[in-house]
Every structure is written in C-alpha cells, then in structure tokens.
T-cell receptor, first 113, second 114 residues
Framework: AQSVSQHNHHVILSEAASLELGCNYSYGGTVNLFWYVQYPGQHLQLLLKYFSGDPLVKGIKGFEAEFIKSKFSFNLRKPSVQWSDTAEYFCAVNGLNNNDMRFGAGTRLTVKP | GAVVSQHPSWVICKSGTSVKIECRSL??????MFWYRQFPKQSLMLMATSNEGSKATYEQGVEKDKFLINHASLTLSTLTVTSAHPEDSSFYIC??????????FGPGTRLTVL
C-alpha cells in the first residue's frame, strides 16, 4: 500500500528565510506526486504536481519541488518565504492509474513577520 | 483550475439524526469522487471512493452502513452520515479528479453532532 511521510510537523521561519519541506513516499510503481496547501480557514489548494518529465517542478507562488526517484522523495522548496505562506502543507501521492490519493500528515509552516 | 463545491459548508445536528453532504464538480465531469475526513490539526484520511453508476468502495474501518455514498450523476456525489453521534463530528472533504488526474478539493463541510 502506498504511504507518504512528511518529516517536519511544524516549521517556524522568519520572512525571507529559505524553505524546504521533506516528503518521502512508499509505493510499488509509478506515481503522481502533489503538494497541496491549506491556508487557515480555507480549503486545500494545489501548489504543484509531478506526473512525468522534468523532475524539477515549479508551482504557484514561487514554490518548486524536486522529484528524486532514487530517494523516493518529493521535497518542497521556496527560496524566500513570506508571512502569507503561513499554512499547512500536505504532500500526496497516487498511483499512475489510480486516483486513490494518500496524504502525508502535513507540515505546519509559520512565518514570522 | 477546476472547481468543486460542497454543501452545506457547516451543519449542526442532534445525535441520532442523519445528515447529507453534497459534492459537485462545477465545470467538469467526474466518474469518481473521493470522500475524506479531517480531524483537527491532522491530515486527510480517505474514507471512500464514490463511483458513478456503481457502489462506493470503502476504506478499511469505515462503516458503509453509516456513511452512505451515492454518486447520482457525473457531477454529484452525496455522503449521508446516518444516525450521527458526537464522535462523527469532523470536517468532511470531497475531491474529484479532472481529465489530467489532478484532484481538486471541495471547501469541506464541518459537521458538529450535539
């Protein structure tokens, strides 16, 4: 069965600091990978996704993620965070022909102004 | 991106009553929709897969007789929490994949059972 682990439960950064949130997955096949963000009081929004091709994926709001197949990882990065990036971030994975999506536990990011 | 709506956004009910939550894909069709449950400060847990024209498939530990799912059309799935109890209080979220298999999520429904 597929599973997703996110290493950091809560990350606190100051504005302009660089961000990297870890995500590792376990799945016996080809996967699609996603990062979702949930701002306080709002619903999940797609940040970026990887299906195939260039393993470095760029998403909205300056976020990017790199798929490293050998490490089963899909870490999320942003060079300079803003206070408005304060939110919960979820890594998710589904199989190539399977819409059954599994989520990581989430990482709460707090950016101090 | 695609839009998924849920109704109602919040509901309060008495213990023992049933509550229906609707999930609609507004600008695309979805033969499959998913229902999740999210507890405070926790991740989403997949409850069941709603299949248009056939029975829903439930995750292990989810009572199918308690959480009734009906996928009435290619744009509508409903989740009915039957005989709700306080422990069913939670945030229920649906999602639907578009033609590129990207999941779009509804805004969620907060259920409070008194």
């Amino acid at each position: 069965a597929q599973s997703v682990s996110q290493h950091n439960h809560h990350v606190i950064l100051s504005e302009a600091a660089s961000l990297e949130l870890g995500c590792n997955y376990s799945y016996g096949g080809t996967v699609n990978l996603f990062w979702y963000v949930q701002y306080p009081g709002q619903h999940l929004q797609l940040l970026l996704k990887y299906f195939s091709g260039d393993p470095l994926v760029k998403g909205i709001k300056g976020f990017e993620a790199e798929f490293i197949k050998s490490k089963f990882s899909f870490n999320l990065r942003k060079p300079s965070v803003q206070w408005s990036d304060t939110a919960e971030y979820f890594c998710a994975v589904n199989g190539l022909n399977n819409n059954d999506m599994r989520f990581g536990a989430g990482t709460r990011l707090t950016v101090k102004p | 991106g695609a839009v998924v709506s849920q109704h109602p956004s919040w509901v309060i009910c008495k213990s023992g009553t049933s509550v229906k939550i609707e999930c609609r894909s507004l600008d695309f069709q979805a033969t499959t929709m998913f229902w999740y449950r999210q507890f405070p400060k926790q991740s989403l847990m997949l409850m069941a897969t709603s299949n248009e024209g056939s029975k829903a498939t439930y995750e292990q530990g989810v009572e199918k007789d308690k959480f009734l799912i009906n996928h009435a059309s290619l744009t509508l799935s409903t989740l009915t929490v039957t005989s709700a109890h306080p422990e069913d209080s939670s945030f229920y979220i649906c999602s639907a994949p578009d033609s590129t298999d990207t999941q779009y999520f509804g805004p969620g429904t907060r259920l409070t059972v008194l």
